[in-house]
């Protein structure tokens, strides 16, 4: 039991730092300092309160595979309060098979298409590219960036030792802080250290997880949570 | 020549590569030792009752089979008999191509089949019939009138909807061929379906319907009906349904009677009378004879047994023992004891027996029946584990490993085996005892990434967490060295024991054991603290630690360093962690594994520690020709190894000194950074 709160405990004390601090650079109009994701299943998300939190959601997944492309939008209901600030997120998930032209065009069209609701203030990108993959997710944003506010979820290396998303044309990168692997004590320890993430892109938010302990978040940035469970008013920082 | 065999290698390897990776990670395997949730059960398993241990946690559909078997109904070859599933064919893209083909001109790319509805989520609006259906009349009005361009742009109207907004064909116009002015009211009323006008929608299909020349009149019926499954499912909110639109849905179709009404109007039933439905299907699925629907009837009552409530007991004792067996509540157990009581049934029997501690005025009762259970009876290993489980909790130590090591002579399923395994391993008499217990034979692989489990490639025993923890922290030095050289444990065990023996030993300052174990890794015999740091700076891959499960790392050679920076371990024993003694040492044994661990515990991360001998010998020993490379690979250990806060410190002050005294030498242009990685 003990265990299980501490991580929250802890991010509470990290928001509450957060809270206290100027708001990040690189959405200026957001008001929330802290979006939860909300990823596919049930979520009953009215308990929030607007001006502290907004939603990252699932909104669909786009699978590519063997040359083809097949959708997976959200099945289940999401209820949020008025005023929530959203950002419709899409998951691409794909095998190894190589990505062609076409499904260049598909995956720009159910993106925007996805991404097409009310109150949006950006739309979220979530795609863990391959080396061989990454000319194919830079056409993407290239291609999408004047129509969305384009934020994108990174493997923490992407932020550190392998920067390759440094000239994507995106307001934000958020480095993804949780189910790391065996690096995870090493990248944490390098930011309790004091070291921040070489690219600008990075340095706005944190993607954090609540049943992992939360790195040493620096004051000013935004945090996404992720929570294993459909979130509940107990599981808020 | 060279160039083509290179050629031929790359090749070679990407044909080797897996066809589905996952697209995030890395994701490790682990092994799973005994099954909780997905037992991997073969359809043989299923039919003969070889369920194992039966556990509550199980999906449903397992607790399902061991229902049956317990009631002495076995599941029978023709119920798993999976029916034969069509072809799922991309309709969409069917529609796009017949029309292309008419038309000689280029279709749209894409038509979105699922529509937005509120709370974010989407649902499949047009079907794949509904594509098949317009391909299928395109190409037989095409054969009839030519081109029908008219009707395409209709049809292109009608498929709008699926996405979003409202978009109706106009009216037929005058003086076209009856069947295409058919064609055109069928549209519309399809049009209003799909933009979610349900009431105008139903009133087109039943006027359809009541139009004897309508080639649509025959399945206008079943869309009316449609309409209200649609109007119930979107308009009552989330998981909720309006029953009178459901029930009057069920009716209509059940009218009907072709297959398809037949199916949905069982789709509707579900809904609007789920008790009822739970009934039926609980009933069916109990009978053999009933196995043409058996698979649907497992969905439906998986579906149900999702929205159970309390009040569903009345629909049968199938879903009341389930529902029971799963709940931990004190009112399931006064409940199993009622149902076992009336009954004296098997299923009750488990349902009670899982329930009970030590200590409940029943538990010795409830146990004596358990053990006149037959062993051939399909409860018989969750009927013994409960058993020894209540020996275990009443410290009745001698009866409980009497118990399991009859039933440990049995053959039974991998998975029970290691569960009864790890019940016998808490009464180990001895040290012997202890480790011809410790091995156990993984059941699944999983990882992070997966929900279910997968069958190991391989069938090699490895260490489970429980003895595992015993090797880390409750043997003494002594006992980890017999046991890594006695030849009862498989060599890759012994060999994980001794790399983890010697590299603990020299922690320990026991150079005399480690010595003795080199020979067996083909280490250097160390002679003083520097050779030994010496032969860990070269070596990433040694650790005073057993991992459980897959230890990715013993699988590389001790000398190979990983990519994900599992070398040189991080603390031998944590700050916080305590010695947990096994219970057969000796007081002197005790003693002396409580003073090991208290030395180790005090040592620093392995970079650091060995950071600190080769700054201290190099400093001492100019002229020893190691000293600079020392240095070197202590730099090395702070970048790649398990850090701790004294990292940076210790790295700056091997790379400082190195680049002082040895600044020319091969070791100082091989490190041109210290590293400050904590």
């Known amino acids: 039991m003990l265990a299980a709160k501490r991580p929250l405990i802890l991010i509470s004390a990290l928001v509450m730092v957060v809270a206290a601090l100027s708001m990040p650079r690189l959405i200026p109009t957001t008001q929330s300092r802290v979006f939860l994701w909300a990823w596919e299943r049930p979520e009953d998300l009215r308990f929030l309160d607007p001006a502290r939190f907004g939603v990252a959601f699932l909104a669909a997944t786009l699978h590519l595979h063997d040359g083809e492309l097949i959708t997976s939008p959200r099945r289940h209901p999401l209820r949020l309060g008025p005023g929530t600030e959203i950002i419709p997120v899409v998951r691409i998930e794909t095998d190894i098979t190589p990505l062609t032209a076409a499904q260049l065009d598909a995956v720009a069209h159910h993106f925007l298409r996805f991404t097409d609701q009310p109150n949006v203030i950006a739309a979220q990108i979530d795609f863990d590219a391959t080396v061989s993959q990454r000319p194919f997710y830079r056409s993407l944003v290239q291609r999408l960036h004047t129509q969305r506010k384009l934020s994108i979820t990174a493997l923490a290396s992407w932020c550190l030792d392998d920067p390759w998303i440094k000239d994507l044309p995106v307001i934000e990168a958020v480095p993804m802080l949780f189910r790391m692997g065996p690096e995870s004590r090493s990248i944490r320890q390098r930011l309790a250290g004091g070291s921040d993430f070489s690219l600008e892109i990075c340095r706005s938010s944190y993607g954090l997880s609540t049943d992992e302990s939360p790195a040493l978040v620096p004051a000013g940035r935004r945090l996404y949570l992720f929570h294993p469970q459909p979130w509940t008013p107990r599981a808020l920082p | 020549m060279i160039r083509c065999l290179t050629i031929a290698l790359v090749l070679a390897g990407l044909l080797l590569l897996p066809t589905h990776l996952p697209s995030c990670g890395p994701f490790f395997d682990t092994a799973v030792f ?336 358990a053990s006149a259970i037959p062993k051939n009876s399909p409860a018989f290993l969750t009927l013994a584990y409960h058993r020894v489980r209540l020996l275990l909790e009443s410290g009745e130590k001698d009866p409980a490993r009497a118990e399991l090591d009859t039933l440990l002579t049995s053959p039974m399923p991998a998975s029970a085996r290691n569960l009864f395994r790890a019940q016998r391993l808490l009464l180990a008499r001895g040290f012997d005892d202890f480790l011809l217990l410790s091995p156990r034979t993984p059941v699944g692989l999983t990882t992070d990434y997966e929900s279910g489990l997968r069958r190991p490639d391989t069938t090699v025993p490895l260490f489970d967490a429980d003895s595992t923890v015993a090797f880390n922290h409750g043997l003494p030095l002594s006992m980890l060295e017999r046991a890594a050289t006695d030849s009862r444990l498989p060599a890759h065990l012994r060999s994980r024991l001794a790399a983890m023996t010697w590299t603990r030993a020299i922690l320990l300052d026991d150079h005399t054991r480690a010595r003795s174990l080199s020979p067996l890794l083909k280490l250097p015999a160390p002679k003083d603290q520097f050779s030994a740091a010496w032969t860990i700076l070269h070596n990433p891959g040694l650790t005073p630690l057993l991992v459980d499960g897959y230890d990715r790392r013993s699988l590389m050679r001790l000398s190979e360093r990983d990519m994900f920076r599992e070398n040189w371990w991080c603390a031998a024993v944590e700050s916080g962690e305590s010695a947990v003694p096994a219970p057969f040492l000796t007081t002197e044994e005790r003693a002396q594994l409580e003073a090991e661990h208290a030395k180790l515990r005090a040592r620093p991360a392995a970079p650091t520690w060995l950071a600190r001998i080769a700054i201290a010998w190099a400093a001492a020993h100019p002229n020893d020709p190691r000293s600079p490379e020392a240095l070197h690979l202590a730099v090395r250990a702070t970048r790649y190894g398990c850090t701790d806060k004294n990292n940076g410190e210790v790295s700056r002050a091997a790379f400082q000194l190195l680049h002082r005294r040895w600044p020319a030498s091969e070791w100082a242009k091989k490190t041109p950074y210290w590293y400050n990685s904590p």
């Not at chain 2, 999976?82 to 749209?108: F, H, V, Y």
């Not at chain 2, 509904?130 to 008219?150: H, I, K, N, S």
């Open chain 2, 34 to 369: 005994t099954e909780k949730s997905h037992p991997l059960l073969s359809d043989r398993d299923i039919i003969q009752g070889n369920l194992g241990v039966v556990h509550p946690t199980f999906w449903r559909k397992f607790l399902f089979y061991a229902y049956r078997h317990f009631s002495g109904e076995p599941l029978t070859e023709a119920e798993l008999k999976l029916p034969s599933s069509p072809e799922n064919p991309d309709g969409a893209k069917l529609w796009l191509e017949t029309r292309q083909k008419i038309t000689g001109e280029p279709s749209p790319r894409w038509i979105d089949a699922t529509r937005r509805t509120a709370n974010y989520l989407y649902y499949s609006n047009c079907t794949i019939e509904a594509f098949q259906t317009a391909a299928a009349t395109l190409t037989d009005r095409a054969a009839r009138f030519g081109p029908v361009r008219e009707w395409i742009a209709a049809q292109d109207t009608v498929f709008k909807n699926c996405a979003e907004g409202r978009h109706i064909p106009a009216p037929p116009e005058p003086g076209l061929p009856p069947i295409l002015k058919a064609d055109r009211e069928y549209q519309i009323a399809a049009a209003h379906f799909y933009s979610e006008s349900f009431d105008e929608a139903r009133r087109r299909f039943q006027t359809i319907a009541a139009d004897s020349s309508s080639p649509w009149r025959s399945i206008a019926p079943y869309l009316a009906a449609r309409t209200l499954i649609r109007k119930a499912a979107l308009t009552a909110g989330e998981n909720q349904y309006d029953t009178r639109l459901m029930e009057q849905a069920a009716k209509e179709l059940k009218e009907i009677g072709t297959g398809s009404a037949q199916r949905l109007a069982r789709y509707a039933a579900l809904r609007a009378e789920p008790l009822e439905s739970l009934r039926g299907i609980s009933s069916q699925l109990m009978d053999p004879a009933r196995h043409a629907d058996f698979h649907q009837n497992l969905t439906d009552f998986q579906y149900l047994m999702d929205r159970y409530q309390p009040g569903w007991a009345v629909a049968g004792e199938l879903p009341e023992w389930i529902a029971t067996f799963q709940n931990s509540s004190l009112q399931a157990l006064e409940h199993s004891i009622q149902k076992y009581n009336q009954t004296r049934s098997l299923p009750w029997l488990v349902a009670l027996i899982s329930k009970l501690d030590a200590k409940h005025p029943l538990a010795s009762e409830i146990a004596k029946a």
